[in-house]
T-cell receptor
C-alpha cells in the first residue's frame, strides 16, 4: 500500500487476555520499528527489525511482549496476559535500510489498546 | 549516550503568534535531526529534517536550523494557525544504533 497500515485501530480487551497487533510496512522498506506511546508521554522504543538480521529486542518491557516479522513484510506484535499498564497506542514505523537514508521513519496511525 | 531534550508543554498561543519550541541534543558524531508532528487522531509524520551542521529544514512555514555549536534544533514558525495544533517531537538519528532518539513531545494548542 501507499503507507504503513496497522490493525486493529482500536482494541479493548480484558486483563489477562492475549492480543495481536499487526503492521504492514511500506513496500520496499526493510526496516520496521514498534513503539509504544502512553497517554501524554513520548515514544518508547520496543523492537526493531532490519531485513533478515536478528531483531533488536532491547526495548521490550517484559517477556509478555514478543514480535515477529517474516522477511521484509508484515509484522505482528503479541502481548500475552495483558495488564492494565499495557494500555497505550502501539505505533509501527518503517524506513529504507539505515545505510541508505538518514533515519526518516514513516508511521502508521497506531493501534490503541485498552486493557480493562 | 545520545539524548534529546525538548521544552515541556503544553504551549498555548493565539493565532498569528510566533512559535518557538526548543530542542537540544547530546550525541557523539554528527547526527541527523528531525521534527515530527502528530495531529489529533493521526499518526506521526515527518515535519522537517536537517542532516548536517548549519542546515535549515523547512516545511509548512516551520523552520529549524541545525546548530552544532549550541547542540540545538529549535522549531520556529512566524505565524501559527489553529491547524498547527498538534504534538511536536524532536528526534535525532546517530546511525550507530539505527534507532531514532526521541524527545518527550511538546503539545501546542492554537486558539482562534
Amino acid at each position: 500500500g501507499a503507507g504503513v497500515s496497522q490493525s486493529p485501530s482500536n482494541k479493548v480487551t480484558e486483563k489477562g487476555k492475549d492480543v495481536e497487533l499487526r503492521c504492514d510496512p511500506i513496500s520496499g522498506h526493510t526496516a520496521l520499528y514498534w513503539y509504544r506511546q502512553r497517554l501524554g508521554q513520548g515514544l518508547e522504543f520496543l523492537i526493531y527489525f532490519q531485513g533478515n538480521s536478528a531483531p533488536d529486542k532491547s526495548g521490550l518491557p517484559s517477556d509478555r511482549f514478543s514480535a515477529e516479522r517474516t522477511g521484509e513484510s508484515v509484522s505482528t506484535l503479541t502481548i500475552q496476559r495483558t495488564q492494565q499498564e499495557d494500555s497505550a497506542v502501539y505505533l509501527c514505523a518503517s524506513s529504507l535500510a539505515p545505510g541508505s537514508n538518514t533515519g526518516e521513519l514513516f508511521f502508521g496511525e497506531g493501534s490503541r489498546l485498552t486493557v480493562l | 549516550g545520545n539524548s534529546v531534550t525538548q521544552m515541556e508543554g503544553p504551549v498555548t498561543l493565539s493565532e498569528e503568534a510566533f512559535l518557538t519550541i526548543n530542542c537540544t541534543y547530546t550525541a557523539t558524531g554528527y547526527p541527523s535531526l528531525f521534527w515530527y508532528v502528530q495531529y489529533p487522531g493521526e499518526g506521526l509524520q515527518l515535519l522537517l529534517k536537517a542532516t548536517k551542521a548549519d542546515d535549515k529544514g523547512s516545511n509548512k512555514g516551520f523552520e529549524a536550523t541545525y546548530r552544532k555549536e549550541t547542540t540545538s534544533f529549535h522549531l520556529e514558525k512566524g505565524s501559527v494557525q489553529v491547524s498547527d495544533s498538534a504534538v511536536y517531537f524532536c528526534a535525532l538519528y546517530a546511525g550507530n544504533n539505527r534507532k531514532l532518539i526521541w524527545g518527550l513531545g511538546t503539545s501546542l494548542a492554537v486558539n482562534p
